[in-house]
């Protein structure tokens, strides 16, 4: 709460839109909230598996393209030994964003990874975090290599994190909304050590 707090008060480096209220890109990096994710029912942790690994991404809100993307994610990380746990819609309240925001908002989803099992029995985090970092650049390599894009919306798929230990909540918000459009960080079950807040700061380009 804090952190948000102190993200509020950096509204003034950043810019608003024509429409007087989408803001051209505020977001937090937290830990991976666990307890809130395991309150909806995703009980993707275990002993073995302490610390799956969590995509944050955005998708197109066409449904069939949201799915054949989905689809080549999970196939990607199968080929790369990470064994696919799941999906969860992330929770939004789009009635809080400008129109220019609302028109270019994607469907945002997080999905969970267990490590492979040769770093799982090592307890090697690190090679873990390398292996996600790696597997991420695999995703664009092989959504153009089955030609999964759509003309003037070839930047619809976006991966704003992948690791197993942090996650970001980002957007095209002002400071204040954030916290609002992203129900999650709104619920008191949601738990950080730590918070890293950025306000994009205004430049004469229009963000994407």
């Given at each position: 709460s804090k952190g948000l707090s102190a993200l509020s008060c950096m509204e003034h480096r950043g810019a608003c839109g024509g429409d007087g209220v989408s803001g051209d890109g505020a977001g937090v990096m937290t830990d991976v909230p666990w307890t809130l994710i395991e309150a909806e029912g995703m009980h993707v942790r275990s002993d073995k598996c302490p610390q799956p690994g969590v995509g944050m991404v955005f998708l197109p809100c066409d449904p069939e393209r949201s799915a054949k993307l989905r689809s080549m994610i999970e196939e990607v990380c199968s080929a790369n030994e990470l064994s696919f746990l799941g999906w969860r819609l992330v929770p939004t309240d789009p009635s809080t964003l400008g129109e220019a925001a609302e028109a270019?908002?994607?469907?945002?989803?997080?999905?969970?990874?267990?490590?492979?099992?040769?770093?799982?029995?090592?307890?090697?985090?690190?090679?873990?975090?390398?292996?996600?970092?790696?597997?991420?650049?695999?995703?664009?390599?092989?959504?153009?290599?089955?030609?999964?894009?759509?003309?003037?919306?070839?930047?619809?798929?976006?991966?704003?994190?992948?690791?197993?230990?942090?996650?970001?909540?980002?957007?095209?918000?002002?400071?204040?909304?954030?916290?609002?459009?992203?129900?999650?960080?709104?619920?008191?079950?949601?738990?950080?050590?730590?918070?890293?807040?950025?306000?994009?700061?205004?430049?004469?380009?229009?963000?994407?």
């Amino acid at each position: 709460s804090k952190g948000l707090s102190a993200l509020s008060c950096m509204e003034h480096r950043g810019a608003c839109g024509g429409d007087g209220v989408s803001g051209d890109g505020a977001g937090v990096m937290t830990d991976v909230p666990w307890t809130l994710i395991e309150a909806e029912g995703m009980h993707v942790r275990s002993d073995k598996c302490p610390q799956p690994g969590v995509g944050m991404v955005f998708l197109p809100c066409d449904p069939e393209r949201s799915a054949k993307l989905r689809s080549m994610i999970e196939e990607v990380c199968s080929a790369n030994e990470l064994s696919f746990l799941g999906w969860r819609l992330v929770p939004t309240d789009p009635s809080t964003l400008g129109e220019a925001a609302e028109a270019a908002m994607p469907s945002i989803w997080q999905f969970f990874v267990k490590a492979p099992s040769r770093l799982e029995d090592d307890g090697d985090r690190d090679g873990f975090e390398r292996t996600l970092y790696l597997v991420r650049r695999r995703f664009v390599v092989e959504r153009e290599r089955q030609g999964l894009l759509w003309g003037d919306d070839d930047d619809e798929m976006y991966l704003a994190s992948f690791s197993s230990r942090t996650i970001v909540y980002k957007g095209m918000v002002q400071s204040s909304v954030l916290a609002r459009f992203y129900k999650d960080l709104s619920n008191d079950k949601f738990e950080t050590n730590f918070i890293i807040y950025h306000r994009r700061f205004s430049t004469n380009t229009s963000p994407r």
